[in-house]
């Protein structure tokens, strides 16, 4: 095989749209309203993907194997044909582990430095 | 009162013009996540509009707009086979010809109107949809052939001309933004700021205009980007100046701009040459 296969550091560090989608399929699949939905919540309202961003991102991720389609429906009562929904692959849950290990240590850096003070669980 | 099943009007319209948005993306692509996209807006729309109603549409819409012209170039620029400019110059030339006509049906449209304040919908339906439809398709497309001609004629009508045709092009988005909340809301500052931009693209292609009778870029009719420009500019000072734009003289200048839009458009439409275009 000539093609050169990308291991998972390769995709470091990950664009904050990719992170946060890999970071809402953690735990099962999703069409993308519901992507985005638990995108805007787990992080406030402070990012707010549009569709392209979202589909745009995606088919990278597909692309790079990080995320794969899924038949499955979380619950049939529920499914609507016209969505297609997705689900992290086992390498896409690799680079999300490394990539919030590598911001965990980003973020022990900032506390050594102490510019954590002050704000909740910031403390040393 | 909306029913669980009837979708909101400003959803619905929202959605198709959406839609239209789509095609800007590559084909590939398009065809791919296009349906997807547009559900997902869709239910966006729904819930902006059951959350803070019409405000929330227009600000999903900025939110959206934003998300789309950043996206579309970076599809086209991924695909790696992004628009080559003798392409993108053709299209665009098309894009002048029917945004002229896109905008001289949506302006004779108003004259359908019994009332310009009811709300979108009523008993003028029919015409307040085709406005929403062809004035901002029309501003669109006319945008993207003045980029065109700045891209074909920019480098060749000096630094005046290059950048009145960049203020004529970024005052066409401002107006073609300004235009979709314009007929939805049907109040606010949206008609200030869609003809403010339109009188600036007119502004800018009259400039143009001038640096094009000096230089003479066009291969033919160096006259004719001043000759539509100036139109509206003057219509507007004279409409201030007395207090009227005129019942009949309006339409013949709004006629009169888009016809020399659409020559316009046809001029670049056959100019575009056949090798690689120069760059730098």
Sequence with gaps: ??????????????????FNILLALADGEKHGYGIMLEVEENTNGQM??????????????????????????PDPELDDQRRRYYRATGMGQRVLRLEAERLAGQVALARAKDLLAGIAGGGA | MIGIHEEPRPVSISTHLYRILLAAYPSGFRQEYGPYMAQLFRDQCVHSYRRSG????????????????????????????????????????????????????????????????DPLGGRDG???????????????????????????????????????????????????????????????????????????????????????????????????PLLTGIAFPILLTVGVQTDQSGEIVGPIVMLWSSVGVGILGYLLRGDVPREPFPVG
């Design chain 1, 1 to 18: 095989m000539a093609k050169m296969m990308k291991t998972p550091e390769d995709l470091l560090p990950l664009t904050p749209a990719v």
């Design chain 1, 48 to 73: 707010q993907m549009g569709p392209g961003t979202l589909y745009g991102s995606i088919k990278r991720m597909l692309k790079a194997g990080l995320v794969e389609e899924t038949d499955e429906r």
């Design chain 2, 54 to 117: 019409p405000s929330g549409m227009l600000w999903l819409w900025t939110l959206t707009l934003f998300d789309f012209f950043m996206t579309v170039l970076e599809e086209h620029l991924q695909r790696e086979t992004f628009m080559s400019k003798e392409k993108f110059m053709r299209l665009s030339g098309w894009g002048m010809m029917l945004g002229a006509l896109a905008l001289v049906l949506g302006f004779a449209a108003s004259g359908g109107e019994s009332s310009y304040y």
């Design chain 2, 126 to 224: 029919f015409y307040e949809y085709a406005q929403l439809f062809l004035v901002p398709s029309g501003i669109f497309l006319i945008t993207l052939g003045i980029l065109g001609l700045r891209m074909r004629y920019g480098k060749h009508s000096g630094i005046l001309g290059n950048l009145s045709l960049l203020l004529s092009a970024a005052s066409g988005f401002v107006s073609f933004i300004a235009a979709i909340p314009l007929f939805i809301l049907n109040d606010g500052p949206w008609w200030e700021i869609t003809m403010g931009g339109l009188l600036n693209i007119f502004v800018g292609l009259a400039v143009f205009g001038l640096a094009a009778l000096r230089r003479k870029p066009l291969p033919r009719w160096n006259a004719l």
